[in-house]
């Protein structure tokens, strides 16, 4: 048999996954206009026009984000002469902005995109790449999202409010920066986040003592769990509580990435004021009153009255 007709099941592993490739939906998904030039630079093709299978999990995680934005950007009510705006938080080598902007900025002309990143090398090459593509309307500035908040590089307003696995509370740092700049929508998958597991370990004895729910952290390991578990609820409530509503899903199979969890927070000018009590609520219960005062401080005339159990 000449190699040609070899059956599928004899070729090598490596000539497997080119035939794979070949065959890849993710490639043939391309659409109209997509830049293959961009993908390239990305490496999330290779020079010849396959898929690079390293970038093959963080091409189906960014466009599934993309569909969800896609649908948010829509239902936001259009002023044409107001300029759309999207920050990208923890930007990396932003593949979000980049696809983003290729697939939906591009075409709406007064519409912007900004990535924030605290790595230099990488504001760099992304600023050089936009250039290169003639994707003008891109905009990278190196600042943590915490100092984003307030620099003058950046609109007062921004319409989307984007945080892909930005590390540890970047992710609420994106959250604060999208209640001071009026964001619309949020759309955010957060990474790993430290800080609250850590309060929990640091009061760990005392609320063993106080309640039995503290068995949920008593481990170190179920600490980390619960932290992260705990975390992304409060955010969730926190958003609610500042006039935000919430869905939570995943947002590609489980088997891609374990930090996979979408909250999408469409602004509803509606504050929650059983939200913010459950927030606080929960806060008390789990011996976390003081983050009411750093991380989750609430709109004026709900941050009066008393959690239970402080
Ligand atoms: C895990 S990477 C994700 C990058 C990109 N969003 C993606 O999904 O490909 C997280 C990025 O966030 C950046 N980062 C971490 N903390 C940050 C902060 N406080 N402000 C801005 N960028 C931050 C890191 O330098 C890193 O590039």
Redesign the pocket.
Known sequence: MKPEQKSRRELPLAARRRDAVDADPLVDELRPGQSVELLKELHILTRDGKLNQDSRR?LK??YHLVQFIEKCLQELPREPERTLTLA?????????GFILYDLLFKAIENSRIFG????AE?VQKSRALADRLGFHRMSFVN??????TASDELPTQIDVVT????????TD?AIAFGLEKVAQVMVL?P?CQAEIARSLNANKALNLRRTPLAELWRHPLHTREIGSQLTNVLRCLYLQAHGYQVTVTELVGWEHSMKNELIIARRVKKPDRVAAQRLKDLLGEFGLTELLHTRFTLPQDNAHSVPMNS
């Open positions: 963080k995680q960014v990208d938080h923890g930007a990396g080598k932003s593949y979000l924030i990143e605290t790595r990488l600042l943590s999202v915490a100092e984003a945080a892909l696995h930005a590390c540890d509370t970047a740092d998958v990474c």
